[in-house]
């Protein structure tokens, strides 16, 4: 039986760590909140874009961009967001194993992928992979900006245009509530027509300059706010997450300190019990 | 009757309400727009957005570029929210590929240091789930 001093620094430690993953789980039920305001903030924006794209694909109809053009698929791009940070649960593995599938799934039909990885987590899982990697920018933190975001998608919307990839996937994990999130793997190119019923009247507008010029910044425009979008909300996933997690930890660590304060006692009264009889016994043989 | 004038970026919302007049830095000059102006799509050059609300008040915004749509009633200034150039992001896309070689080649001492907490924290669970079972067998 472990003695009783070892217990007791025992408890001590495990309080230790319970008092911190408690700290985790509140902070990152505070900062929960605050990405979910972020998300909700970058809505109007992607919307509005989104009904302007409609208007300038209607607007000329015989001047087709390459974004909205369909290819033959030879070669594919992923986008990937992932958390920089770990103690999230499976939130990082879950998405990864999905990917994977449809990395599988696209080799057997000869189809090759380029990834774009945003966040340490996903880097550190497909270097190991035999993957071609040709974009990463990590440490995006927990308010992430459109700027940093720019040079990765640069680099996939570049090879879309010059043709080396024909298909531009993003994936990141989709909010559903606190307990459950979802990985998501969108079409980010080519751009889905707006649906015509979608424009709710039927008007144009005056372009200035032409509205085949303007298309090509909307178009950017329009899917740096997804991508944004889908990085905010990847955030919010990852506190959601990580909030599950440590509650997950403290009870555990709760549960410990019961066992271990159990264990304890019994020590403690083998120890008192023991005495007792020694000194029962030595009485008795005088 | 006023103009409804929303900002907005990717970020969030920049401002919102009734204005008499907008003025905005369009890609083919400075844009005044009055109520029931013709519906319009133009860029934005860097500059400023002014809002003249029906008090006579005005607000200024920086914007570094962005959409502008103009419907009769409204107008929506799709501000970006970073600077933007062919170059500047020629630059940064170098910068992601640049940090894709390091990833593979493993330099990168972030990884290093995520992938060592983890393991140690890994470890530390493993050493926890050792000792508590030792504890039950006794």
Redesign the interface.
Known sequence: ??SGKEIRT?IAS?KNTQKITRAMQMVAASKLRRTQQ?ME??R???E??RT?IG??SEANPDYRHPYLDRRDVKRVGYIIVST????CGSLNVNMFRSILMDLKRLQDEGVEADL??VG??G??YF?RLRTN???????VGEVP???DL???I??MT?AYREGTIDRLFFVHNRFVNTMSQQPEIATLLPVEPVDKAELQEY???????S?AE?VD??LD?YI??QV??GVVENVACEMAAKMVAMKAATENAGK?ID??QL?YNKARQAAITQEIAEIVGGAAAV | MPIHVDIVSAEGDIFSGEAEWVFAPGRLGELGIAPRHAPLLTELKPGEVRVETSDGEEQFFYVTGGVLEVQPHLVTVLADSAVRGDELDEEAALAAREKAREVLAGRSDEIDLDQAQAELVEAEARYRAAQKLKGKRR
């Open positions: 039986m472990a025992k495990v972020r903030a970058s109007p924006y992607a509005r874009i302007v208007h300038l920089d940070r770990g103690l774009c990885l340490a987590k880097q550190a270097r990697i040709v974009a990463a920018t990590s440490h900006r459109v700027a720019v040079g990765a640069a680099t570049d008007w144009d507008y005056i372009y200035e300059p509205a303007l910044g909307v425009r740096e706010s944004y979008r410990f066992q271990l264990d």
